[in-house]
């Protein structure tokens, strides 16, 4: 157990349907993030938020919407998604995202995965 | 922009045997590199990292290596056990930001009895 949790753990959608992510950290940290996880693929950071404040947004589509409302908790809400967005979608904390970190940890939650019909 | 290279991608072993992954990174400016594993169902977790001032760190059975002139990195496992069948992946930043970090495409590594 990594003081991360993701729920659901699976998820099934169409394209028409809107859902929403949640994760929850136990650790105390000041830095969520979430990541993309594609077949074969490297992890795809999506957005961070440090503070409750996003701090990184990697040219995601706004299909993708995130929600922080205090450090401990982090949303990725989901609508009109496309097949291509079928992937495991991955939360992540560390102590302090901010740019003076050095060595940062990441850890991670154990993902949802999910499927766009 | 980082960019970070992984091989191999699949890897089969025998128990006992000794693993080796490598990776190689683009950004002469990069100077914190972490391997995490990932166990079927669950999320990467950190098993060893290292910096740019070092050139060599173990841990048991664990080591990584890292040679700043060629930019490339590599993680050894020696005696393997079946426990160590996952998915690892290296990673690379500056500045050692998680938000900086960029990751290689995986290697799946069998372990086989």
């Known amino acids: 157990e990594t003081g991360v949790t993701q729920t659901p753990r699976h998820l099934v959608m169409g394209m028409t349907n809107k859902k929403s992510l949640k994760c929850e950290q136990h650790l105390g940290h000041n830095a969520m993030y979430w990541y993309k996880q594609s077949a074969k693929k490297p992890l795809e950071l999506m957005f961070v938020y440090n503070f409750k404040e996003q701090t990184e947004n990697n040219s995601v589509p706004s299909r993708f919407s995130p929600e922080c409302p205090n450090s401990s908790h982090l949303f990725l809400h989901l609508h009109t998604l496309q097949p291509e967005d079928s992937a495991l979608y991955l939360c992540?904390?560390?102590?302090?995202?901010?740019?003076?970190?050095?060595?940062?940890?990441?850890?991670f939650g154990s993902g949802t995965q999910l499927s766009v019909l | 922009g980082e960019n970070v290279e992984q091989h191999p991608s699949t890897l089969s072993v025998q128990e006992g045997d000794s693993a080796v992954i490598k990776c190689t990174y683009s950004d002469s400016a990069s100077n914190y590199f972490p391997w995490y594993k990932q166990e079927l169902g669950k999320g990467p977790q950190l098993i060893i990292d290292?910096?740019?001032?070092?050139g060599e760190k173990k841990d048991q059975r664990i080591a990584v290596t890292l040679n700043k002139t060629a930019k490339h990195f590599s993680l050894h496992i020696t005696e393997t056990q079946p426990e160590d069948s996952a998915v690892y992946f290296c990673?690379?930043?500056?500045?050692?930001?998680?938000?900086?970090?960029?990751f290689g495409s995986g290697t799946q590594l069998t372990v086989l009895p």
């Open positions: 290292i910096r740019s001032n070092v």
């Open positions: 992540a904390s560390s102590p302090n995202g901010g740019t003076g970190a050095t060595n940062e940890k990441l850890f």
């Open positions: 990673a690379a930043s500056s500045w050692g930001s998680a938000r900086q970090l960029t």
